[in-house]
């Protein structure tokens, strides 16, 4: 059967992809709310998830404390970064279930992680890759540090640069092809091209928006490894929460959602 114009310019494009929500710029800060809110309504159940993801930057920072290298701090915080949303799922449902007006518990939580395993398997093989592209591109870059003890700031200045431009590409490609992917994922039946093709066009979509997301995730990650990673713990749980309801107001569905 042939293809009407707007289906052939659609495949063409994005081959398959859910349509996406215009959001406004500080929209972000709402969804913070919300999920601060989730938190508050599931504390235990939260905070038992934000333990067992604060061992993560716990290990980052035993493993640079006994190696003293900072090529592992550079590029765990970074696999800190690109795993979260992976693991995420057991909090995402409990925000899911909080809006379907349940009463979330932990088995239901972790057979969530289940739900689409060969779309999660997927994109954990995509997050490795990258993890992996991004521990050889920090051997190459520490190549060019300055071989004297006292290195002045124009020796420094092609490490500086290229280790900032490149930190900051692969921080933008994580934050596209994470944004959206694991709660499509989690939600819905579709294969792991389609969770990250609407990812992308939503993010692209709506890029001050987030723009603002991604910067205030940088910052609640920084205030975690500040206190020792004690405060991921609360920071882990509201975040992952609020990342759930940013998936709600962003991508569209066949029926209007509005969870406040």
Known sequence: MPLSPTNKEH??????????????????????????????????????????????????????????????????????????????????????ELEKGHKPSFSHSVKSMFRNPVGAWAFAVIILLIMTAWLRIAVLVYALYPASLNPTFEELLAFLS?????????????????????????????DIMTAIFTSTRAVINNFYAMLVWGLILIIFVFLGFLTSAVGFIVIMPILAFSSWHAYIAVIKTKKKRIYE
């Open 11 to 96: 495949n063409h494009e994005y081959a398959r992809t859910i349509e996406s929500n215009k959001v406004e710029i500080f929209a972000p800060f709402h969804w913070l709310s919300l999920g601060a809110k989730d938190f508050i309504a599931a504390p235990l159940i939260s905070l038992v998830y934000g333990v067992i993801f604060s061992l993560i930057p716990v290990v980052i920072m035993y493993l640079y404390r006994e190696t003293d290298n900072h090529l592992i701090n550079i590029s765990m915080t970074i696999t800190f970064t690109l795993i979260a949303p992976v693991f995420a799922a057991a909090l995402y449902d409990i925000s899911w």
């Open 162 to 190: 290229l280790g900032t431009v490149l930190g900051a590409v692969i921080l933008v490609a994580v934050l596209v092809l994470s944004a959206f992917t694991p709660q499509i994922l989690l939600e819905r039946k579709v």
